[in-house]
């Protein structure tokens, strides 16, 4: 049976997430897809293939003006559906926007002083300088909160930086880092506004990748580098304060996840319905449409759950208690974890095993559904020509980051038995 080359097939949303946007969040991401589709599409599996990033891209990514949506007062939901559709067309953009604006421009918003605001925000919103944050080392991934190595001495009215971060995305051309240390004499971790630029700072690219190519991730070197004082981010105490980043951080590469499984689907479908096999379309094989459909309800899973989490984003998270079902009067408990429109006061680190159970979830959905996407086109699924082989690709790193699949899962764990396996 022929296939009608004007047939309108139902988008990947399969249960219509974006109709609970506002009419300014949809056109909103009606003119991003119009960006991407124009700007980024025709391009990225160059860019991936060359390990090239798009600088000349950037100004025109600023006239978005989508740098943290939820400070401009959009909602949680729809920022995390701007990451997901920006990885349904090109993972390592996302990545990079996700660097840049959900964690150095965020940091700057929760915990920068007056000056450092009016000294860096608008430049940062405007992407006339850009921003990494510089937290992992080479010897201490998911265990840097206790591992932390970096050291800032304080001498004077300036701070002097000895040691070496790795996996910085953005780190090779960023002006800016926001960067992590612990002070040895008090063992608390300070955050640092470092211009790239400063002597003694070295970076040198990561090669040979085989995800997120277009994404420059560096290794740093710091050798006695002098950050003035009114570079510190007065905010910054211990490192239970970078949770509030690191929540949000899961939360969008939990999006990531949820857009590269948009992306999967919607690749595998188009090739199963015009490539012919057999005398007829692929899509008319049973199996093929089982495994079609079982990539939708992966995605359409992994979205819901991550669409609740926005809720809890805007609302506040449930307190032990209240999941406990002993909240005061029998009423539902909640405690002030939204980091980006929520509710005030609460634990720094709240709704981190939601945002664990969110992340660790649909990636690991998304692995199920780009292998199966991968499978459907065959031997043409290894080549970046058919797009399936680069979002193949670019999950394994959406799996690792942010927390791998285990650690997000031991988190989870520890929440609800109260017994921690980490040590």
Excluded at 306 to 326: H, I, M
């Amino acid at each position: 049976m022929a296939v009608d080359p004007q047939m309108r097939l139902p988008d990947a949303d399969f249960y219509g997430f974006e109709d609970l946007l506002s009419e300014r969040e949809q056109e909103k991401l009606a003119q991003l897809r119009c960006f991407l589709a124009q700007e980024v599409a025709p391009h990225a599996a160059r860019w991936w293939q060359d390990a090239y990033f798009p600088t000349e891209l950037l100004p025109k990514l600023a006239a978005l003006e989508l740098s943290t949506p939820v400070q401009q007062g959009y909602s949680p939901l729809f920022a995390g559906l701007v990451i997901a559709e920006m990885t349904r067309t090109d993972t390592s953009i996302a990545t990079f926007f996700m660097v840049h604006h959900d964690l150095f421009v965020e940091a700057l918003h929760a915990f920068g002083s007056q000056e450092q605001k009016d000294r860096l925000l608008g430049d940062a919103l405007a992407l006339r300088i850009t921003g990494a944050f510089a937290l992992t080392e080479p010897g201490h991934g998911s265990d840097v909160a206790g591992g932390l190595e970096t050291t800032a001495v304080r001498d004077g009215d300036s701070w002097i930086l000895n040691g070496s971060k790795r996996w910085i995305g953005n780190g090779t051309f960023c002006d800016y880092m926001l960067l992590w240390a612990r002070e040895p004499e008090t063992g608390r971790v300070r955050g640092f506004l470092l211009d790239a630029s400063l002597p003694g700072v070295h970076r040198q690219r990561i090669e040979n990748k085989t995800a997120l190519r277009t994404v420059q991730n560096a290794d740093i070197t710091l050798t006695g580098v002098r950050v003035s004082e009114a570079d510190r981010l007065a905010g910054i105490d211990s490192f239970d304060d970078i949770k509030h980043l690191l929540r949000g951080s899961r939360i969008m590469v939990g999006w990531q996840a949820v857009g590269t499984q948009l992306a999967a689907v919607d690749i595998a479908r188009a090739y199963a319905v015009e490539r012919q096999q057999f005398g007829r379309p692929l899509a008319s094989f049973q199996l093929v449409t089982e495994q079609l459909v079982r990539m939708l309800g992966n995605t359409v899973a992994s979205t819901g759950m991550l669409a609740r989490v926005a809720e809890l984003e805007r609302g506040g998270y449930p307190s032990a208690a209240s999941r406990d079902g002993a909240a005061v009067g029998g009423a539902p408990g909640r405690s002030g974890g939204g980091s980006r429109g929520g509710t005030s006061g609460g634990s720094p680190g709240g709704g981190m095993a939601q945002a664990a159970l969110a992340k660790s979830y649909a990636t690991r959905k998304m692995r199920e559904t780009v292998a199966l996407g991968r499978g459907i086109l065959g031997g043409n699924g290894i080549l970046t020509d058919y797009r399936m082989a680069k979002v193949f690709a670019d999950a394994e790193a959406i799996y690792t980051y942010e927390g791998t699949y285990e650690i997000n899962t031991l988190i989870v764990g520890r929440d609800i038995t109260g017994i921690s396996a980490l040590r």
